[in-house]
């Protein structure tokens, strides 16, 4: 039995010693020290690749419509109880919240980031006037819900007109409206 011992730790000692060997001989131009292996496709599996593209492309435009409807939802439930109210519940307070999400969440879909200023866009007066009316804080709680629902209306119909191969800059502006509404609405509780 004292006879075996030596062999096992021997053979423990080659072989760490013959993987030591091996990861010294690896490319160390790539942070892992292994190469990148570039491998071609068959023809069939890249088409394959690209139709499960353009699937998740359809179903992701879907969903942004889909939570351009939820939102549209929301902030007729919310005029609809402020209307007979005049104040906001809890429950309206958490449809806030939820509808400030999902606005959000289609704002960064349609590429749009945090805008604090005004976006100038000179193809015709009838869309300045148009987003210049929708910057417009309102003054009262009745109103501020009325014109968050007439900006859902109109984010959610240029979500409808879009495709999954364009980009709206008016269905961005309207959701920086929209949360810039939300926002004010937030504040004056």
Not at 2 to 26: E, W
Not at 115 to 140: C, N, Q, R, Y
Not at 149 to 163: A, C, D, F, I, R
């Amino acid at each position: 039995m004292v006879n075996r011992l030596p062999k096992y730790f021997i053979t423990l000692v080659f072989i760490f010693a013959a993987s030591l060997g091996i990861n010294a001989q690896s490319d160390a131009s790539t942070p892992s020290g292994r190469a990148p292996v570039k491998v071609d496709l068959p023809k069939n599996i890249k088409e394959t690749l690209y139709k499960h593209k353009i699937e998740r492309a359809k179903k992701d435009h879907d969903e942004m419509i889909e939570r351009g409807e939820e939102a549209l939802k929301l902030s007729e439930e919310l005029e609809k109880s402020v209307s007979n109210n005049n104040r906001l519940s809890p429950q309206d307070q958490a449809k806030l919240v939820r509808l400030e999400k999902i606005t959000k969440k289609i704002r960064k879909e349609l590429g749009g980031g945090d805008d604090d200023g005004e976006m100038i866009i000179e193809e015709s007066e009838e869309f300045t006037v148009e987003v210049t009316e929708l910057v417009e804080k309102p003054s009262a709680l009745a109103s501020a819900i009325k014109k968050l629902h007439s900006t859902t209306t109109s984010l959610v119909n240029e979500l409808k007109k879009t495709s999954r191969f364009s980009v709206s800059v008016i269905a961005i502006q309207s959701s920086n409206s929209l949360l810039k509404i939300l926002k004010f609405i937030k504040v004056s509780k």
